[in-house]
């Protein structure tokens, strides 16, 4: 397991391949208070990332805490991520996160995932950035999982 790796290293040069969100998370154990620290680190990182136009960042960071918060059981722990979740949907954030569809097509799976998984704000944001590239695209052109996220479900099947 890598070490655990600060915000302030990132910001400081530490290269992005030697931040890993999941090593993070799994180096502040199972402690309420460890879990809450890193969980304030990693917003903070996103947010940073968010800043500095690294939205692939802003990506892992909400990519890790929604996956390990799918694990936890209810409890202090649990509660710290939800709490963290909350934080992590600011719209500038998912903004960040949304604009990866149009410049990093590869990764636009992940980004519905995290997109659907914050709810109406990630669909809100999804909107905010798509809306001025969608000016002719019909919705039934869009893949299934972007009429899902737009619409709630895929066109035609209502």
């Known amino acids: 397991m890598a070490p655990y790796c600060s915000p302030v290293l990132i910001s400081e040069g530490v290269p992005a391949s030697d931040f890993k969100v999941g ?18 680190d990693l917003i903070t990182l996103a ?5 500095i136009g690294k939205p692939k960042v802003v990506a892992d960071v909400l990519a890790g805490v929604l996956a390990r918060d799918a694990k936890l059981a209810d409890g202090d722990v649990k509660s710290a991520f939800v ?3 909350r934080r992590l949907s600011k719209p500038a954030l998912l903004r960040a ?11 636009k799976q992940a980004v519905y995932d995290i997109l659907k998984r914050t709810g109406e704000d990630g669909a809100e944001a999804c909107i905010q950035v ?3 590239f969608s000016v002719n695209i019909p919705l039934g052109a869009l893949s299934p999982e972007a009429q899902i ?7 035609g099947t209502s």
């Open 23 to 40: 090593d993070m998370i799994d180096a502040a154990g199972k402690g309420e208070e460890a879990n809450t620290k890193m969980l304030d």
């Open 47 to 51: 947010e940073h990332s968010a800043r």
């Open 83 to 85: 709490m963290a979740l």
């Open 97 to 107: 996160v949304a604009g990866m569809i149009i410049k990093y097509p590869e990764a």
């Open 130 to 132: 798509l809306a001025p």
């Open 149 to 155: 996220l737009l619409n709630g479900e895929p066109v």
